[in-house]
């Protein structure tokens, strides 16, 4: 058992009963896969289930330390953009939140407390963990109401970058700065010579400055919801990042804006893409033409050049016509020897893909909208919108097996953007538009674009109620929003 510190809560070992309970369930879930395997014969499974075995790279299981962490979610006043003082719900009174950053197989206890006037939850994106601790108000448990507490247990199965966020009334809650990161590093991390944490965002300003208050407007959930006017990394407006000639960073974005998707332009560096979503590429891949819809994430090896001193390198978004400069990079001081390892891009990444015939569907999504709900337009999945207030759940909800490769398909009929998130699992990209595509990495969130349909592939490890939804959290917030059952 081992203390260590974070964000400044002292960490307290104790035994882990709930991990223990995950680590049984985990076990069970790894039998019943092979005891699948068997009766189902081989005949009735594809040829790509063969090649699931291991096939998300890392599969931690409890190592007996706790992490123990407070959060607290209240109206705050922090010191934003550029320094000026405003108004915002925050964890911790930061925004962005505290990062958790822990060790793979770490388990982590977080005891949070709702100091807001609404129910919420935390809901950890793109973290593989018990159903119940997955933060989803009304399926995996009651939302926190004002002056509760809830205490969050898990132990995440992968290593990488991820975030914590509400589920409830998602669209506000998000947008007024509840968001933090949680870092998860393998037993032996890479040795950058620094790792970095870019919070991308937007934020919508009225003229005095302020916050706008009116969410999920007819304007907004017409068109690909709340854009700001104001796009900030890690809470500030274009930050200088000082760093020494030589040095080989870790830069990890993460896009946590309401609606906006980023095409963060490194060019003018040495770059590579290392991770998305939080699980390792299978090889370097050149940033160009990478997406940062809201929720994904890009991890991002920097060498920066001995010869570069005295320069600086901005970081443009180029996903509207009109380039926005995200951060700048400055390069100064003494140089220093670049740390020389292989790139950390070589996981496992399985092709699925057959030669010949393709694996049936198992599901569609038709994405699409229509007027009616409390908002006056509705975004629906197969022509069905999640009530939020009742938290009913949808009558004809997916079942997926587990252990089982699935197909889906994401059949976008609208002319808007949507980032498909699914909970509790990693998917691939198989087509676009009917055009094989093989992506050398995993995800948790897809961008489909206007009237694009688009297959993934997935292989469900974990049983439970998960989400599938859009990730444009007005276009979540009225209706659209589905539950697959996994088991
Ligand atoms: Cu970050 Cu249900 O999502
Ligand atoms: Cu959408």
């Given at each position: 058992?081992?203390?260590?510190?974070v964000n400044?809560?002292?960490?307290?070992?104790?035994?882990?009963?709930?991990?223990?309970?995950?680590?049984?369930?985990?076990?069970?879930?790894?039998?019943?896969?092979?005891?699948?395997?068997?009766?189902?014969?081989?005949?009735?499974?594809?040829?790509?289930?063969?090649?699931?075995?291991?096939?998300?790279?890392?599969?931690?299981?409890?190592?007996?330390?706790?992490?123990?962490v407070?959060l607290?979610?209240?109206?705050?006043?922090?010191?934003?953009?550029?320094?000026?003082?405003?108004?915002?719900?925050?964890y911790?009174?930061q925004v962005p939140g505290p990062t958790l950053r822990i060790?793979?197989?770490?388990?982590v206890?977080?005891?949070?407390?709702?100091?807001?006037?609404?129910?919420?939850?935390i809901?950890w994106h793109g973290v593989?963990?018990?159903?119940?601790?997955?933060?989803?108000?009304?399926?995996?448990?009651?939302?926190?109401?004002?002056?509760?507490?809830?205490?969050?247990?898990?132990?995440p199965?992968?290593?990488g970058t991820f975030w914590f966020h509400?589920?409830?009334?998602?669209?506000?809650?998000?947008?007024?700065?509840l968001f933090g990161a949680l870092i998860v590093d393998?037993?032996?991390?890479?040795?950058?010579?620094?790792d970095e944490l870019w919070v991308v965002d937007?934020?919508?300003?009225?003229?005095?400055?302020?916050?706008?208050?009116?969410?999920?407007?007819?304007?907004?959930?017409?068109?690909?919801?709340?854009?700001?006017?104001?796009?900030?990394v890690n809470g500030?407006?274009?930050?200088?990042?000082?760093?020494?000639?030589?040095?080989?960073?870790?830069l990890r974005l993460l896009n946590v804006?309401?609606?906006?998707?980023?095409?963060?332009?490194?060019?003018?560096?040495?770059?590579?893409?290392?991770?998305?979503d939080g699980?390792?590429?299978?090889?370097?891949?050149?940033?160009?033409?990478?997406?940062?819809?809201?929720g994904?994430r890009?991890d991002?090896?920097?060498?920066?050049?001995?010869?570069?001193?005295?320069?600086?390198?901005?970081?443009?978004?180029?996903?509207?016509?009109?380039?926005?400069?995200?951060?700048?990079?400055?390069?100064?001081?003494?140089?220093?020897?670049?740390?020389?390892?292989?790139?950390?891009?070589?996981?496992?990444?399985?092709?699925?893909?057959?030669?010949?015939?393709?694996?049936?569907?198992?599901?569609?999504?038709?994405?699409?909208?229509?007027?009616?709900?409390?908002?006056?337009?509705?975004?629906?999945?197969?022509?069905?919108?999640?009530?939020?207030?009742?938290?009913?759940?949808?009558?004809?909800?997916?079942?997926?097996?587990?252990?089982?490769?699935?197909?889906?398909?994401?059949?976008?009929?609208?002319?808007?953007?949507?980032?498909?998130?699914?909970?509790?699992?990693?998917?691939?990209?198989?087509?676009?538009?009917?055009?094989?595509?093989?992506?050398?990495?995993?995800?948790?969130?897809?961008?489909?674009?206007?009237?694009?349909?688009?297959?993934?592939?997935?292989?469900?490890?974990?049983?439970?109620?998960?989400?599938?939804?859009?990730?444009?959290?007005?276009?979540?917030?009225?209706?659209?929003?589905?539950?697959?059952?996994?088991?």
């Open positions: 058992m081992n203390e260590r510190p400044g809560h002292r960490c307290r070992a104790h035994a882990a009963t709930f991990s223990m309970q995950a680590n049984r369930r985990m076990r069970l879930a790894a039998l019943m896969l092979v005891f699948g395997a068997f009766a189902l014969g081989a005949g009735r499974r594809s040829p790509e289930v063969s090649e699931f075995a291991g096939s998300y790279p890392q599969h931690a299981s409890p190592n007996g330390t706790v992490h123990q407070t607290l979610a209240a109206p705050s006043r922090v010191s934003l953009f550029d320094g000026r003082s405003f108004a915002v719900w925050a911790n009174g060790r793979l197989g770490d388990t206890r977080v005891s949070f407390t709702n100091n807001l006037p609404q129910p919420t939850t809901h593989r963990l018990p159903n119940a601790m997955d933060g989803v108000p009304g399926v995996t448990q009651p939302p926190v109401s004002p002056g509760a507490t809830f205490i969050y247990e898990f132990t199965k992968d290593a509400p589920h409830v009334r998602s669209s506000e809650q998000v947008e007024r700065g393998e037993a032996k991390p890479p040795p950058f010579s620094r937007d934020w919508l300003l009225n003229r005095e400055g302020t916050l706008n208050e009116q969410f999920n407007t007819r304007h907004d959930l017409a068109h690909d919801g709340r854009w700001g006017n104001l796009v900030t500030r407006r274009t930050p200088r990042l000082s760093v020494r000639p030589g040095e080989r960073l870790r804006a309401n609606g906006r998707v980023f095409a963060p332009d490194f060019s003018a560096l040495d770059a590579n893409v290392i991770a998305v699980l390792y590429t299978a090889r370097p891949l050149t940033p160009t033409g990478f997406e940062l819809a809201p994904n890009l991002i090896d920097v060498i920066i050049p001995a010869s570069a001193v005295g320069q600086t390198f901005t970081i443009f978004d180029r996903f509207t016509r009109q380039a926005i400069p995200l951060a700048e990079i400055v390069v100064e001081g003494e140089p220093v020897a670049t740390p020389q390892f292989d790139s950390p891009a070589r996981a496992h990444v399985p092709a699925w893909q057959r030669p010949g015939a393709e694996t049936p569907l198992r599901a569609e999504f038709r994405l699409n909208a229509r007027s009616g709900g409390p908002f006056g337009i509705q975004w629906t999945i197969n022509d069905a919108a999640m009530d939020h207030a009742t938290h009913a759940l949808p009558e004809h909800r997916q079942h997926l097996p587990i252990g089982e490769f699935s197909r889906l398909r994401f059949v976008n009929d609208s002319y808007r953007l949507h980032p498909m998130h699914i909970h509790g699992l990693f998917f691939k990209v198989l087509a676009r538009n009917g055009n094989r595509v093989d992506e050398p990495h995993f995800r948790d969130t897809v961008l489909v674009h206007p009237k694009e349909t688009v297959d993934v592939g997935t292989v469900p490890e974990d049983p439970g109620r998960w989400m599938l939804h859009c990730h444009i959290l007005e276009h979540a917030e009225s209706g659209m929003m589905t539950i697959i059952e996994v088991h």
